[in-house]
């Protein structure tokens, strides 16, 4: 069938009750993507003009269909919800097409060549109406599908008797009506005596009894499941999820323990790419070939290139990864860290907003927050840029080939310069220029044998006796010795001990 014959009414304006929560259904996330856009870009596919029929929280589902980008929508609101019937409805002024497909907007599995098929199967029959069924093992929360002396009819699970619940043929909610009949029946359709709704389906009855054509066509049920709980969530959620990790895998790609990974629809893997158990891949990511991603890794919204490893237990968000790379274990990047080719991020490092230039290395233990990190940069052990001073953020800036020795403070804004030098254990607080070494850190002095009269002097206290007064130590005058582990001079007046 021609798809410009074709308009579609899309049902969502049910207040989600059986999900017990506050926000509605249709914005629940399954693998990066709210439930509504689903179905809406299975007929997008097609180019079916849209009207989105809305009313709980109908404000905060129209702005993410909007933000989708999605066209040629048309919402109306459902003020009050009266049934599917009257939802339909009232959507009566959009009906431009010979055709208009109904279905409703909890159907995250329903496929666009699902929807070719049912507008295919209604133009060869030239029925009245064309209906979806299917065959479940459990069709509680379903209208149950009727069929006998060649009339078919749904009756809607509230209504069915106790032998009418135990028939499997489920209806299934997507459905193909031409216009002509939808307008001179849809007003004659009369309220639930149970629930005072005015039910969509009993559009099928009349068209069978009036002998108008009705088309039933079967379909697999894991296209056209509804979602109504949460725990139907997770079951839709667990079928897209094996739709993407069986696609990665013709591709190319090897997943450890595949019923232990989660993969949002925006992912894209290379061919080559190996993937560990419990990595969850989110957002907007993209993995180059032949990349290592270790057990219990998380990536969101980032673009990895190839040959690179992210090593087990890190988290990675919002950057962008070059090749060659090697990230963790236990590393955290966040807020647009952007890494070049060879670089080298070890276990319990932490980056956030920051740049690390080619073939540097930030290996142990490290915070490097605001920061613009050139190439052949090497960072020490425990090493930490102090960004924040209780009222903002400053920059530090730490150019090519430095190096910077291990347990750094350093205080931006601040620049050490090209090739230079920071002694271990430095507090920085200035600029330190190219070529030059920065020591920031008093000199260690040794006292032979004072810790025997300290550890004498403690043994009398336990005893019950009393400390003697100790003579204060005092820094001796010793002309400064510089190296490379050097020290800074001390005040002479600066004085420790125990008294």
């Not at 209806?171 to 639930?192: P, Q």
């Amino acid at each position: 069938m021609a798809t410009s014959t074709t308009r579609a009414v899309v049902l969502a304006a049910g207040k989600s009750s059986r999900f017990k929560t506050k926000k509605s259904k249709l914005l629940s996330s399954i693998c990066g993507q709210e439930m509504i856009l689903y179905p809406l870009h299975a007929l997008e596919a097609h180019k079916i003009p849209i009207t989105l029929i809305l009313g709980h929280q109908a404000e905060e589902v129209e702005a993410a269909v909007v933000s989708a980008g999605m066209k040629d929508v048309s919402v109306i609101l459902q003020a009050e919800q009266l049934g599917t019937g009257h939802a339909v409805l009232c959507s009566k002024d959009t009906w431009d097409a010979d055709n208009i497909l109904i279905l409703y907007g909890d159907m995250p599995l329903l496929s666009k060549e699902l929807i070719g098929q049912l507008l295919d199967e209604h133009e060869k029959s030239a029925a009245a109406v064309t209906l979806s069924t299917a065959y479940v093992l459990d069709p509680t929360g379903y209208g149950r599908v009727l069929e006998r002396d060649g009339l078919i009819e749904i009756i809607e699970e509230k209504d069915c008797t106790s032998e009418q619940r135990l028939v499997n043929r489920i209806n299934a909610g997507v459905y193909v009506m031409r216009r002509d009949f939808l307008e001179s029946h849809i007003t004659k359709l009369g309220k639930s005596s149970v629930t005072g709704e005015i039910y969509l389906p009993d559009l099928i009855a009349m068209a069978s009894q009036e002998n108008l054509g009705v088309k039933a066509i079967s379909v697999p049920y894991d296209l056209v499941r509804g979602v109504n709980t949460l725990q139907d969530l997770w079951g839709v959620e667990q079928i897209k999820r094996s739709e993407f990790i069986k696609y990665w895998m013709a591709q190319g790609v090897r997943f450890e323990l595949a019923q232990s990974i989660h993969i949002d629809i925006n992912v894209t893997i290379g061919a080559g790419s190996f993937i560990g158990t419990g990595v969850h891949l989110l957002g907007n990511t993209s993995i180059g070939e032949e990349c290592f991603v270790g057990a219990f890794t998380i990536i969101e919204d980032t673009i990895i290139a190839e040959n690179t490893t992210i090593h087990s237990h890190s988290v990675v968000q919002h950057s962008i990864i070059g090749s060659n790379v090697h990230v963790g274990p236990f590393a955290r990047l966040r807020q647009n860290v952007t890494v070049a080719n060879d670089v080298q991020i070890g276990n319990f490092v932490e980056i956030k907003t920051a740049t690390i230039g080619d073939s540097s290395k930030v290996k142990h233990l490290s915070y490097i927050g605001d920061a613009t990190v050139g190439a052949g940069v090497n960072i020490g052990a425990g090493t930490v840029t102090c960004n924040y001073d209780g009222v903002k953020k400053s920059v530090t800036i730490i150019e090519d080939g430095a190096f910077v020795g291990s347990n750094n403070t350093l205080i931006a804004p601040i620049a050490v310069g090209k090739n230079a030098y920071t002694a271990a254990g430095s507090v920085v607080n200035t600029d330190v220029p190219a070529d030059a070494l920065a020591i920031g850190r008093t000199r260690q002095e040794n006292k032979l044998g004072y810790a025997k009269k300290l550890r004498d002097a403690m043994k009398k206290d336990s005893a019950g006796g009393h400390i003697e007064k100790m003579k204060p130590i005092s820094h001796d005058n010793d002309d400064e010795i510089i190296q490379f582990r050097g020290a800074v001079k001390t005040d002479p007046d600066q004085k420790i001990g125990f008294e």
